[in-house]
């Protein structure tokens, strides 16, 4: 069964992808942007554009051509935002486990191994060493964050102690499939306005679309996914958020220090599990520092951003 989606969906890709790869042939590859003193030419965005519609299996359209340029842009912007500033503080450092984890992962969403996705990629005249490098850049960000940010990382363990006396009661354990949207703080008379406009995009555009194109968190090139979340691992301020929302629905605003946050749930199960309080505690105490160092993620980006200069050019 897995071969046989393998084979559909390299057939799909290679179809779908037609159209795109004739503009492709077409373009001069001519200078798009600078980011800093970065330069981006036209290629780059078809590139960004293709990687788009593989990771996430979707189809190229004429309708859909403003849309993906505009997420390509985006991406490409923010990418490019973080090499200069891993190159500014010369930080190169990442685990080749972790670069192998996160490929495995892009490819375990399509249902696909490692090698089947290089094998989409070449169909389609992208080189795969692209996607790895955007790997390797973000490994290469969060690890400068962590260097940057570290002594920050201060954890209430009473606060975990407690927690874990009422989770070592439990027979069972609630899991969800849940996304997240992370948008721009607004004013308060401005935010009522503001959440039913983004929720108003959802329901048009679709929640994966509207994450690309508007979240401020880490997982913006994701779509906002998540994955599969243990309850043990969130916390109490997102628990009672995301248990009270129905499945396929929105949560109820959050208000953050660096932005508004919007769960979707996809997706609940219940599963019987034997709980091991040291290993339990660990994740924890693991979850919080990356809530953390997200949020200074977040803030640090901002700050970068405001200092470099970005000029499009003309075709």
């Not at 798009?32 to 970065?38: C, S």
């Not at 948008?183 to 679709?206: M, R, T």
Request: net charge neutral; with cysteine; charged share 30%.
């Amino acid at each position: 069964m897995i071969r046989i989606k393998k084979i559909f969906f390299l057939v799909f890709i290679l179809f779908i992808c037609i159209d795109i790869n004739k503009v492709d042939a077409e373009i001069n590859d001519s200078l798009f942007m600078t980011v800093g003193n970065k330069p981006i030419t036209q290629s780059d965005i078809v590139n960004e554009i293709k990687i788009i519609l593989i990771l996430n299996n979707e189809s190229y359209s004429n309708e859909k051509r403003d849309k993906l340029h505009e997420l390509a842009v985006k991406s490409t912007v923010k990418r490019t935002i973080k090499e200069i500033e891993i190159e500014r503080n010369n930080f190169y450092r990442f685990s080749e486990e972790e670069l192998e984890k996160e490929l495995a992962r892009l490819a375990g969403n399509l249902f696909l191994d490692v090698e089947t996705l290089k094998n989409i990629c070449a169909s389609n005249e992208l080189d795969f060493s692209i996607i790895e490098k955007q790997i390797k850049t973000e490994l290469y960000w969060n690890s400068l964050i962590f260097e940057l940010y570290k002594n920050t990382l201060l954890i209430d363990a009473s606060q975990i102690e407690e927690r874990l006396k009422i989770l070592q009661k439990r027979k069972k354990i609630e899991e969800y499939l849940i996304s997240e949207i992370v948008f721009k703080n607004v004013q308060k008379d401005k935010l009522e306005n503001e959440v039913k406009e983004i929720k108003n995009k959802i329901k048009i555009e679709g929640f994966e679309s509207v994450a690309m194109n508007l979240s401020i968190s880490q997982t913006a090139s994701k779509g906002g996914d998540l994955g599969w979340v243990n309850e043990n691992v969130i916390s109490e301020k997102y628990k009672s958020k995301i248990s009270k929302t129905t499945v396929g629905s929105l949560s109820e605003p959050i208000l953050l220090n660096e932005g508004i946050l919007i769960f979707k749930v996809r997706d609940k199960r219940k599963i019987e599990k034997k709980i091991d309080l040291e290993e339990l505690k660990n994740q924890m105490v693991s979850s919080e520092k990356t809530k953390i160092l997200n949020m200074n993620s977040m803030t640090h980006y901002d700050n970068v951003r405001r200092t470099i200069s970005i000029n499009f050019f003309d075709d």
